[in-house]
T-cell receptor
Framework: QKEVEQDPGPLSVPEGAIVSLNCTYSNSAFQYFMWYRQYSRKGPELLMYTYSSGNKEDGRFTAQVDKSSKYISLFIRDSQPSDSATYLCAMSGNTGGFKTIFGAGTRLFVKA | GAVVSQHPSRVICKSGTSVKIECRSLDFQATTMFWYRQFPKQSLMLMATSNEGSKATYEQGVEKDKFLINHASLTLSTLTVTSAHPEDSSFYIC????????????FGPGTRLTVL
């Protein structure tokens, strides 16, 4: 079993739809949770960063962490064609060198 | 957010040659940088952790003599792929945490290596 599981997709939605991206994990030591967006042939860009359980909102993006279920989500409201990219979840434990583990990434296509 | 640059963005080389990739933190100092490789439609695979002033830490299965890492200053780490072969063709990406010990990383734009 991988430490972080993420459905690679692809996920195709119409413009304006609400997108839900998810990851599950097995290591209860993870406390820091990130979502990155990666456009084709580019480096990943940090979208959201959360610590422990709870919700965090930034514009059209909402990140949710449920540590009891070991489940994290990223919601994108009013999706746009420019949101078409691969979304990677990532997580790590305490600071001090604990490795960041990435999900496989979900490819999202938002159709105009 | 913090800015990390990589050079070159793309390189094509013949089998057996060595290729050097630079990773720079432009507006902050990075005592630690990370090197990843990414194959098409796959996630990032950590290759090694680059430490300023000391030896890099390599992940299991990564040949340290093939992938030479030098972290010469607080803003520069280099990855040299020695005696490159076609199977080394990949997308190489570096990253750095904004502050020492921080968990969120900022990534460079990546270097696409093609070995003929």
């Amino acid at each position: 079993q991988k430490e972080v599981e993420q459905d690679p997709g692809p996920l195709s939605v119409p413009e304006g739809a609400i997108v839900s991206l998810n990851c599950t994990y097995s290591n209860s030591a993870f406390q820091y949770f990130m979502w990155y967006r990666q456009y084709s042939r580019k480096g990943p860009e940090l979208l959201m960063y959360t610590y422990s359980s709870g919700n965090k909102e930034d514009g059209r993006f909402t990140a949710q962490v449920d540590k009891s279920s070991k489940y994290i989500s990223l919601f994108i409201r009013d999706s746009q064609p420019s949101d078409s990219a691969t979304y990677l979840c990532a997580m790590s434990g305490n600071t001090g060198g604990f490795k960041t583990i990435f999900g496989a990434g979900t490819r999202l296509f938002v159709k105009a | 957010g913090a800015v990390v640059s990589q050079h070159p963005s793309r390189v094509i080389c013949k089998s057996g040659t060595s290729v050097k990739i630079e990773c720079r933190s432009l507006d902050f100092q990075a005592t630690t940088m990370f090197w990843y490789r990414q194959f098409p439609k796959q996630s990032l695979m950590l290759m090694a952790t680059s430490n300023e002033g000391s030896k890099a830490t390599y992940e299991q299965g990564v040949e340290k003599d093939k992938f030479l890492i030098n972290h010469a200053s607080l803003t520069l780490s280099t990855l040299t792929v020695t005696s490159a072969h076609p199977e080394d063709s990949s997308f190489y990406i570096c990253s750095a945490p904004r502050t020492s010990g921080a968990n969120e990383q900022f990534f460079g734009p990546g270097t696409r290596l093609t070995v003929l």
